[in-house]
């Protein structure tokens, strides 16, 4: 009792004000105090819900709390001078919405003008709401305003006609009164803001730095718990933090639907962009809230070091050396190379926990299958495994860290096989999965009809689809699309996505949840610089969306017809020979018309080849437009709004300031859409082009593009160079080669992202040269790049036409030559326009150019 009492006693007593009443909002807090995570780091946690005392920051900042949980408005709040530190954004988008009726068919915030519509009073917290109205034209003046009843009923009794609501909350609750809703969101007005910010102060920060670490870890693990099992933390909020009397099922809806929000692809839990938080204070700006915005280096929490309590240096100095299982064969996440030597990214995980905690990682080579790994830390005979896949199940016997890795399960098939819709649509089927990997686990419990093919390994269940004794694999993305580039794994692609992912982390025997702890430290740790080098090294397979390759398949069966045709013909014809020699001539004048014409639907096939290579283009573009615009027509509509209030209160020099803007804007989105339209008309004839400002247009398209992945361009070029060509057929060659540069770089990871252009002129030659900084193309493909369908992308991110379309460009329609070969660091393009043909007859370009430009009109 005495030992209890001491440790009770020299716990630090804080306290933690949240801005509401108690539900799964902030479950992840209720999850740390009650699972001990806070005791664990010396810590007694005192949570108040808003029942039981004042406003989250008036209390954090007058010192009766030293954390609390707030909005995106702490922006606000920092800007007017308040010692405010944000250190973690639970909810990366906020589940703020207007609610409407579905029956009362409003779609639009638009839609709402002269509606009865019901806001919360703080208009600074609600800016999302706010700013979304604003960009519709709505004024307070276009709304039948009226105070928030903060009763989902209101909308059932038609009492309102929109009432701001959670996602997680009153959708539900209407739902079981058998009331269809539909959500009008500022997500999808351009206005992403956080939600459920944890903070706390600049002087907790200066004066207890340890407290603040220990006190983040705590209730990040506490979080991370809290969304692994719903259910549980449901319960657990029911019976003791649920003074509004929700049901239980209420709460597990809760808590499903902040997963979502909470979790973003490639984006740590509870992590802060400071790219978002500027254009959300400059949302704030636009509105007056705040007049200007300081740098946000001071707002943003950032940990003083590894903070271990003296339980944790003291368990592992008990376990210098611990054994580790692994899997042989699962590339990129893990595997054994040549010289059998542990690699991967689970590998450089575990490099990055040796070094900090000072303990050895020995890892048993010995268990070459999975499965033996598994069953051997059920016996404590390995302490941990490398790379797990979190499940139920495995949580009864072995404990997690915090996912480190994200893979989702997709089917992979013949390549004649069509796209699956749903792992139902394989019942009655053979599908290859890895004993004991957590897909036999889904396919045995949810999909019984569905009949299992056991292999040992991720290549042997590609292997045994691609000879036939299964239909089809399920595995993650990133395994397979590593497998079959790296083994060459032919007549294989993805024909569906599963709605289940992999979360990969640490798994731990049963007996020492300790050292899952100090993991879960570490991992909270990694700085994005360390994520992103360990990540990058394997992952750089972007897993982007699929194509369509309908026209592509169509093409291919039109010249197996044909093919066919044309044999039948030829055999006929030798037959009719033997047999009937006078008639020689006619059958071979007969084949000759089917010649010419199956050779004028290949000149049609060529010139539909031609277009899907500019259209590939054209997506690019407009991606490009809709970033370059959305942000300016936000501004733009806020101008506006703000010069209608400026003009009602007579203050014209904020006024004139207001204009400028708005001008600016308009300015530049009436350029943009200059640039795009001029891209597209058709060339008539070859005019006299300065190269210079030709990549001045093709860098006004792409260049949001390439801001966005931090990619610049630099450029080495006369101003005078011309060049005689066909201005947009050059525009789309440097297009596709600039895109293809900008893949490179992003897949290479390197830490020089740079596109350098030159162009050099003599009386002979131009030469445009445009090197990268991807990494260079591996030789054995060299000889490829220009080829037809030649890619080195997986199936589903490229038609490998572009540069072959580029090729054809200029060395048949400008008689020129493309050629590319490895710089110091990256591919170098090479484009060779030949100045002969710049001075001779008109009419040879016009008809080489002919197949390639497009009608803008169809």
Known sequence: MLLLSSVLWSAEKITMQLPWLHQFQFAGYYVAKEKGYYADAGLDVSILDAKSAQHSFQAVMGGKAQYGVGRSSLIVNYASGAPVVLMAAIFQSSPMVLLTRKDANIQTAKELKHKRVMLTPDTIEGAEMQAMLRSAGLHSTDLNLQTHSYDPKSLARNETDAMVAYLSNEPFVLQKMGVETRPIDPKEYGFDYYSDILFTTQEEIANHPQRADAFYDASMRGWLWAFEHIEETAELIHRHYNPQGKSLE????????????????????????????????????????????????????????????????????????????????????????????????????????????????????????????????????????????????????????????????????????????????????????????????????????????????????????????????????????YLIERHGIKHLKVVGETPYQYELGFAFRKDWEMLGSISNKVLGSITPAEYEEIHGRWLAMDQGRSVNYRVVWWIVGFMAVLFILIAYKNRRLDVLVRKRTDELEMFNQRLQEEIEKAVEKNRKQEKLLMQQAKMAEIGSMLESIAHQWRQPLNILGLSMTRLSLNCSLDTSSDARKVIDIAEAQIQYMSQTIDDFRNFFKQDRSRIPVNINALVNDVEALLGPLLIRKKIIIERQIAPETEVLVYPNELKQVLINIINNAREAIEQHRGKERKIMIRCVSDEHYCTISIEDTGGGIPPAIADKIFDPYFTTKFEAQGTGIGLYMAKTIIEKHFLGKLSVYNASAGACFEIRLNRSFQSGSDTLSQNNAGPVRTDTQS
């Open 250 to 481: 209420a709460l597990i809806y809760e808590g499903r639907v902040l997963k979502e929000l909470a979790f973003r692809p490639n984006v740590n839990f509870g992590s802060i962009d400071p790219m978002r938080l500027e254009m959300i204070a400059q949302g704030y700006r636009l509105m007056g809230v705040v007049k200007s915005v300081p740098p946000f280096g001071p707002l943003l929490y950032k940990q003083s070091a590894l903070h271990l309590t003296a339980k944790e240096r003291a368990w592992l100095k008990a376990h210098p050396v611990i054994r580790v299982g692994i899997d042989h064969e699962w590339p990129p996440i893990e595997s054994v190379d040549d010289n059998g030597r542990h690699f991967g990214i689970s590998a450089s995980y575990l490099a990055l926990l040796e070094k900090r905690l000072g303990v050895r990682f020995e890892v048993d080579y010995s268990r070459r299958y999975w499965s033996d790994s598994m069953q051997a830390i059920r016996n404590n005979e390995l302490d941990m495994l490398s790379c797990a896949a979190i499940t139920d199940k495995r949580q009864d016997n072995l404990v997690f860290s915090r996912p480190y890795l994200k893979q989702t399960m997709v089917i992979v098939a013949d390549s004649k096989v069509g796209f699956v819709n749903d792992l139902n649509d394989l019942n009655g089927k053979k599908v290859a999965v890895v004993r004991s990997y957590a897909t036999e686990e889904i396919l045995r419990d949810h999909y019984p009809k569905i009949i299992p093919v056991m292999a040992d390994s991720a290549l042997e269940a590609l292997n045994k689809v691609a000879s036939g004794e299964a239909y089809a694999c399920v595995e993650g993305l990133g395994v397979v699309s």
